[in-house]
C-alpha cells in the first residue's frame, strides 16, 4: 500500500477523533433552569424584559449592566453583564448570552444582540420629519 | 387607480441601467455559449477561429456593459437621485463625496458588481496574455458571470401569486420596491433623504478593503478556469506553469484582502483584536488555506510530474469554498453566529445553485478525465521533498475542513430544522478556543513540514549520500530555533507546553529557511520567494503566540473595582475603567489621564494622556491618544466607536472609549435629566453665609444621602462670564459669585452662575461640580434683588453749570466737567457716535467720596443716555441732556433702597457627574511581528509571481 493512503487514512483516523471531542465545545441555547442545574458555561438566547429595569452606571462600575432576559422557556432571570452598557440595547429583539448562574443571577461575560433590520420595509426616511 | 404623474425623477439613468443589465446578462452567456463551441468544435479550425471571435466580442460587450452599469449607478449616487432604492439606502446628502465607493460597495448588489469587474479586468488580461487557453478558460469565466450577473437581474421567473425573483435589481426606484403612503404625492422626490453609509463603515478601510478582497475573490477563478480548461482539452501539464502564476497571484491578493480585515478589525473597530474566528473571517481564510495547497501541488507537479490529480482538486475546492463564502456571508444563514450585519435578500436558492453548479463541475470533470491524468508510477520517496510537501498540503486542506466544520454548524442546524421542526440547533459556546484548539496543531505540523521539507530535494533517489548534510542543517536549525525559543520566554510569558512547542517551530521555519537561503540554495531568486512566505509565516506564529497569550487588558484598576461586583471572579473580564476628567489613573505602568474632547459636527475625540514615571517619579514618557466616536445624526446614540492605537516596535497600546455618561451620549435624555433635577431653592445677603440640608434618595436602594452644606455670596457680577454664555448686544447678564462646600468635603468650590435677560427671555447658565455631584443655578428672583429697587425709585432732574454743587439726601453732589473720551461698562463705540460723561463727584453723609460717569450719546441723530451709579449710597444719575448756549448740562439723580434684599438662588445635589469617559485599553505586546510575518508571506507569494513570469 502507498504511503500516501497510510498518512490519508491517519488523517482521517484523526479527524474523526478532533471531531467528535468538538463536541465538548458545543452546546444548545440553553435557558436559565439548565443554566443553573449544570454550573457551567452556556448560552443562553431570549429576549429582554423591556418593562423591568435596566441598571448601568459607571461611576460604580463601569464592567457592571444588569437587566432581565426571559429565556426560551419563559423564565425571567436577573443578567448581570461583565461589561459596558451596548449601544441600541433597548432595540435589541434577541439576546445571546455566553455565562453561567451564579445564585439567582446569571453572569454573562459576552453577548450578541439581534436588532431589527434597517432595511425595514417601514423605513423610509422623510427629509422633514429628520429637520 | 389613477396613474401618478411624479415631478422630479430622473428616469433616463434608470432605463440606461437596465438596459446594461440585461445587456451584460446575455452577452456573457453568448460569450460562454460562443467560447464553449470555440472548443467543442477545435477540431474544425475555421468554425472554432468564428466562434471564438464571437466569444471574444460578446466578453468585450459585456465588459462595456458591466462598466456602463457601474458608471450609472456612480452617476446616480453623486447626483443623489433618491428615488433609486439603491441610492436611498446607501447614499446621505451628508455622506462626503470620499465616501462614495464605500456607498457603491456597502449593498450586495454593488459588492456584486465589483466582484464582476474584477472578473472582467482578469479576462481580459487572460484574452491578451494567453492565446492558447483563452477559449476554455474564458467559456468559464463567462459562465461565473453568467451566475454572477443573474443575483443583479431582478427578473421574475414563473407564474401566478408567488413568481420566483430571480436577483435583486440596483437600479430599481424606490417607489417600485417600498410601499409607502408618501408615494401618493407627486412630489415625493423632493420629500425624501438618505438613509446614508453605515457609521461604522465611514473609514478608509472600507474604501480599500473591499476591492482588494474581491480582487482575490475574483482571482481565485483563473485557476480553477484553468483546471477546468485542462481537464476540458485533456492537456494536464501545458497549463502548470500559467496556473501556478495566478494561483501565486491570487494568493497574494486574497491574503492581504484577508490581513485588511484584520487590520481594520483592529485599527478602526474596538473589536480589541485581528482575529476573531468570526464566520465571515473564517470563510474567506478557507479557500486561501486550499489555494495555498494547490500551490504546493502545483510546484511538485511542476517539478516532478506527481500530485496534477490534487492540485486539480485543489483549484476546483478553493473556487467552490469562495463561492459557499459568498453563500454563508449573503445568505443570512449565519444569523446570530457572527457579528457582521448581513441582510436577506431572497438570493438564497440562487446561491446555493451557484455553489452547486460549480462544484458539480469540478466534480464531474475531475471524474471524467481522472483516469487520463498522468500519474508517475514510481511512489514518492519518504525522503524526497515532494512527498513531505505533499503532505502539508493535505494538512493545509485539512485545517481548512475542520474550520469549515465548526463554522458551517449553522447551516447544519438549518438542515436539520428542515427534517425536524423540534431540532434544538447547537453552537459552540466559546469559538475563540475552539479554534485555537485545532489550530494550534495545523501550524505546529505546518511548521515541522514547511522547515524539514526545505531541506529535502525533489525525486530523491539517494538520501543515504546526502543524509550527513541533511542532518547536520537539520541539528544546527533545531539548536538555533531552541535558543531564539528561550530568548522569547525571557520576553513574552508562554505558559502552556503547546505554545512553547508552536514557538518552536515558528522559529524553526524562520531559522531553517534562512539556513537554506544562504547555504543550500546560494541565495537563488525563486527559493527567495519561497523563504520569505515560509519565514513570514513563523514570524506571523511568534508574533500570534505574544500578542495573544501576553495581550493584557490595562484598564483594570482593580484597586477602583474590588468589592463592588458581587458574584464576579473573572477578572479577565473587567476590562474597562472609569476616567474623570483630569483625574489621573494608574493603568499598567502609565498613569492616565482623560485630558478634554472636541466635538467636530458628528465627532467627539477625546484626548487621553498618559505618562509613564521612572522610580524617582520623574516622567519619562509622555503621549496623547485620541479614541473618537461618532454620534448618530440626531445625537440621541453613539454609532460608531474609534478605537485609537499607540505604536512602539515592540508592542501596541490600544484604547477606545468603551462608554460615556447617558447625559453625553443622548441629547434628549440630558435635556430630561436637567429637567428632573431636584432642585431647591435657598437666599442668602451678600457676605452671608448660609447652611443647608440636603436629601437624595438612592437609585436602587432604600436609602437616602443626608448631606450638609454650605454656602457663602460672595458679589454680584455685571458683565460675568461663563463657559457657554456668548455676550450678544442687548443681553441683561449677572453673575453670583459664590463659595460652596459639602460639610463631608475639605474642597470649597468657587463658582460663578449665570442668568441672562435675551429681550423677553432668561437663559440659565448653571455650574456642575462634579466632585460633589451638585448643581447650582441662580433664580429668576435674582433680578428683582438686584434691580429690582432700581425700577421703584424716583428721578429728580437737576441743570448744571461745571462747577455747581448740589445737596441731595444730605450727598454734596457737584458736577465737574465733562469727558470727551468717555469710557462706560455698557457703552461700546461706534462710527459716528458723539459721546460725551459727565464727571460727577459725590462727597457722601459719612465723608466718603466717589465719582459717577453717566453717558450721554447721539447715535444715528437720536438721543440716548446710560446711566452710571454709586453701588454704596444706592445714587443713580442719568445724563439726558446739553444746552450749549447756556453751557448747563441736565442730570438726573435717583436715590434707591440701599437695604440689601436676599438673593435667591437654586442648588440641586443629585446632579451626578458627567465629565468621565468609560475606557478600555489594551496592551498587545509583539504585535508588530504579526503584521510584518504576514505581509512577508503574502510578498513572497507575489514575488513568486513574478519570478514566474521573467523565467517560467
Redesign the interface.
Known amino acids: 500500500m ?3 493512503y497510510i ?2 487514512i491517519l ?1 482521517v483516523a ?2 474523526i477523533v ?2 467528535t471531542s ?1 463536541a465538548e ?5 440553553g435557558n436559565f433552569s439548565d443554566a443553573a442545574a449544570m454550573g457551567n ?3 443562553i ?1 431570549g429576549q429582554l424584559s423591556k418593562d423591568k ?1 435596566m ?10 449592566f444588569s437587566f432581565y432576559m426571559t429565556d426560551a422557556k419563559g423564565e425571567e432571570r436577573k443578567v ?1 453583564l ?4 451596548p ?2 440595547f433597548e432595540l435589541s429583539e ?1 439576546l ?1 448570552l ?1 455565562g453561567s448562574m ?2 439567582d ?1 446569571f ?1 454573562a ?1 459576552d453577548m ?1 444582540m ?1 436588532c431589527p ?3 425595514k ?8 420629519e ?1 429637520k | 387607480m389613477q396613474e401618478i404623474q411624479y415631478i422630479g425623477e430622473h428616469l433616463l439613468p434608470g432605463k440606461i441601467g437596465q438596459l446594461a443589465i440585461m445587456l451584460s446578462f446575455s452577452t456573457a452567456l453568448l460569450s460562454a455559449a460562443a467560447y464553449f463551441f470555440a472548443v467543442q468544435r477545435r477540431g474544425r479550425p475555421a468554425e472554432a477561429a468564428n466562434w471564438l471571435r464571437i466569444g471574444r466580442w460578446s466578453f468585450g460587450l459585456h465588459g462595456l456593459s458591466t462598466f456602463t452599469l457601474i458608471g450609472t449607478m456612480f452617476y446616480i449616487m453623486i447626483q443623489q437621485y433618491y428615488e433609486y432604492q439603491y441610492v436611498q439606502a446607501h447614499v446621505s446628502d451628508d455622506l462626503p463625496m470620499k465616501y462614495i465607493f464605500s456607498a457603491f460597495w456597502e449593498g450586495q448588489e454593488g459588492s456584486f458588481l465589483l466582484w464582476m469587474f474584477w472578473h472582467i479586468v482578469l479576462g481580459a488580461l487572460l484574452i491578451l496574455s494567453d492565446k492558447k487557453w483563452e477559449a476554455p478558460t474564458l467559456a468559464v469565466l463567462a459562465t461565473i458571470q453568467v451566475f454572477i450577473g443573474s443575483m443583479i437581474l431582478g427578473v421574475y421567473v414563473g407564474f401566478g401569486d408567488d413568481p420566483m425573483r430571480i436577483g435583486s435589481n440596483p437600479m430599481m426606484l424606490l417607489r417600485d420596491v417600498v410601499d409607502a403612503p408618501i408615494f401618493a404625492s407627486a412630489d415625493y422626490v423632493s420629500q425624501i433623504g438618505g438613509t446614508g453609509l453605515n457609521p461604522l463603515l465611514q473609514n478608509y478601510w472600507m474604501t480599500i478593503h473591499p476591492p482588494t478582497l474581491f480582487l482575490g475573490f475574483a482571482s481565485t477563478a483563473i485557476p480553477f478556469a484553468y483546471a477546468i480548461a485542462a481537464l476540458w482539452l485533456n492537456d494536464h501539464k501545458g497549463w502548470l506553469t500559467q496556473g501556478l502564476r495566478w494561483a501565486l497571484f491570487s494568493g497574494g491578493i486574497l491574503g492581504v484582502g484577508i490581513l485588511m480585515g484584520g487590520a481594520w478589525a483592529y485599527e478602526a473597530l474596538s473589536f480589541g483584536g485581528y482575529w476573531a474566528w468570526d464566520p465571515v473571517e473564517n470563510m474567506s481564510l478557507v479557500p486561501w488555506l486550499i489555494l495555498v495547497a494547490g500551490i504546493h501541488t502545483n510546484l511538485i507537479a511542476k517539478a516532478t510530474g506527481h500530485s496534477i490529480r490534487s492540485t486539480y482538486i485543489f483549484y476546483v475546492l478553493t473556487f467552490a469554498f469562495i463561492l459557499y463564502s459568498t453563500f454563508l456571508t449573503r445568505s443570512g444563514v449565519l444569523g446570530e453566529t457572527s457579528v457582521h450585519a448581513f441582510t436577506e435578500m431572497g438570493l438564497e436558492r440562487q446561491l446555493i445553485a451557484f455553489v452547486v453548479a460549480f462544484l458539480g463541475l469540478g466534480a464531474f470533470m475531475i471524474a471524467w478525465r481522472y483516469k487520463s491524468v498522468p500519474a508517475p508510477q514510481r511512489e514518492e520517496a519518504a525522503s524526497s521533498r515532494e512527498f513531505w510537501m505533499f503532505i502539508g498540503s493535505l494538512v493545509l486542506l485539512f485545517s481548512g475542513l475542520i474550520i469549515t466544520w465548526s463554522t458551517s454548524l449553522p447551516v447544519y442546524n438549518k438542515i436539520m430544522a428542515y427534517f425536524d421542526p423540534d431540532y434544538i440547533g447547537r453552537v459552540i459556546t466559546d469559538p475563540i478556543p475552539h479554534y485555537n484548539k485545532y489550530q494550534i496543531w495545523i501550524a505546529i505540523f505546518i511548521g515541522l513540514l514547511s522547515g524539514v521539507s526545505q531541506y529535502l530535494r525533489y525525486r530523491e533517489f539517494n538520501f543515504s549520500k546526502y543524509a550527513a548534510k541533511f542532518g547536520l542543517h537539520l541539528g544546527i536549525a533545531i539548536g538555533l530555533s531552541l535558543l531564539m525559543s528561550y530568548l522569547t520566554t525571557l520576553w513574552i510569558d508562554i505558559y502552556a507546553w503547546q505554545y512553547k512547542l508552536l514557538l518552536f517551530f515558528g522559529w524553526f521555519i524562520i531559522v531553517s529557511n534562512l539556513d537554506y537561503l544562504f547555504s543550500m540554495s546560494r541565495g537563488s531568486f525563486k527559493m527567495a520567494s519561497a523563504t520569505l512566505s515560509h519565514g513570514g509565516f513563523g514570524l506571523m506564529i511568534v508574533g500570534i503566540l505574544a500578542s495573544g497569550l501576553n495581550q493584557e487588558v490595562i484598564s483594570n484598576n482593580l484597586f477602583v473595582m474590588e468589592g463592588l461586583i458581587q458574584g464576579a471572579t473573572d477578572e479577565q473580564m473587567r476590562k474597562n475603567v472609569i476616567l474623570f476628567k483630569n483625574s489621573p489613573l494608574v493603568m499598567g505602568e502609565y498613569e492616565v489621564t482623560y485630558v478634554s474632547d472636541t466635538v467636530d459636527q458628528f465627532t467627539r475625540t477625546f484626548t487621553v494622556e498618559y505618562k509613564r514615571r521612572d522610580k524617582s517619579g520623574k516622567v519619562v514618557e509622555e503621549f496623547a491618544l485620541y479614541p473618537n466616536i461618532l454620534y448618530d445624526k440626531t445625537f440621541s446614540k453613539v454609532a460608531a466607536s474609534n478605537p485609537s492605537t499607540k505604536h512602539y516596535l515592540g508592542r501596541d497600546i490600544f484604547t477606545h472609549i468603551a462608554s460615556l455618561p447617558m447625559v453625553e451620549i443622548d441629547l434628549e435624555f440630558r435635556r430630561q435629566r436637567e429637567d428632573s433635577l431636584n432642585y431647591k431653592m435657598h437666599e442668602a445677603l451678600l457676605g452671608q453665609t448660609l447652611y443647608f440640608r440636603d436629601t437624595v434618595p438612592l437609585t436602587d436602594q432604600d436609602t437616602f444621602y443626608i448631606k450638609d452644606f454650605q454656602a457663602r455670596l460672595l458679589g454680584i457680577d455685571r458683565s460675568p462670564s461663563h463657559h457657554d454664555y456668548h455676550k450678544e448686544q442687548g443681553d441683561l447678564p449677572i453673575g453670583l459669585s459664590m463659595e460652596l462646600q459639602r460639610m463631608d468635603d475639605d474642597s470649597v468650590y468657587l463658582i460663578k452662575p449665570v442668568l441672562v435677560l435675551r429681550g423677553q427671555m432668561l437663559y440659565s447658565y448653571p455650574v456642575q461640580i462634579n466632585d460633589i455631584s451638585t448643581k447650582v443655578r441662580l433664580d429668576e428672583g435674582i433680578f428683582d434683588a438686584v434691580f429690582g429697587r432700581e425700577v421703584e425709585m424716583d428721578y429728580q432732574s437737576f441743570t448744571f453749570k461745571q462747577g455747581d454743587r448740589i445737596s441731595y439726601n444730605g450727598h454734596q453732589i457737584s458736577f465737574s466737567g465733562f469727558n470727551k473720551q468717555p469710557q462706560h461698562e455698557n457703552y461700546e463705540p461706534e462710527e459716528g457716535d458723539i459721546a460725551v460723561s459727565a464727571m460727577i463727584s459725590v462727597q457722601a453723609k459719612d465723608g466718603s467720596n466717589h465719582l459717577a460717569q453717566p453717558l450721554y450719546l447721539i447715535r444715528n441723530s437720536s438721543p440716548l443716555n446710560l446711566k452710571d451709579e454709586v453701588p454704596a449710597l444706592g445714587l443713580h444719575f442719568r445724563f439726558t441732556g446739553i444746552d450749549p448756549k447756556t453751557e448747563t448740562v441736565e442730570l438726573m439723580i435717583g436715590q434707591a433702597d440701599t437695604t440689601e434684599r436676599p438673593i435667591p438662588f437654586q442648588v440641586a445635589t443629585d446632579s451626578l457627574r458627567s465629565d468621565y469617559i468609560v475606557l478600555e485599553a489594551i496592551s498587545f505586546p509583539g504585535i508588530n511581528l504579526f503584521w510584518v510575518g504576514s505581509s512577508l508571506m503574502m510578498i513572497g507569494l507575489i514575488l513568486g509571481m513574478f519570478l514566474r513570469i521573467r523565467r517560467p
Do not use: C, F, W
Request: hydrophobic share 30%; charged share 35%; net charge neutral.
Open positions: 502507498k504511503k500516501i498518512i490519508a488523517m484523526a479527524a478532533l471531531l468538538a465545545d458545543m452546546s444548545t441555547y458555561r452556556v448560552k438566547s429595569e441598571h448601568y452606571n459607571p461611576e460604580r462600575d463601569p464592567n457592571y448581570v461583565l461589561s459596558e452598557r449601544q441600541d434577541q445571546v455566553t451564579k445564585g443571577e453572569i461575560t450578541l439581534k433590520s434597517k432595511y420595509d417601514e423605513e423610509v426616511y422623510i427629509k422633514s429628520v
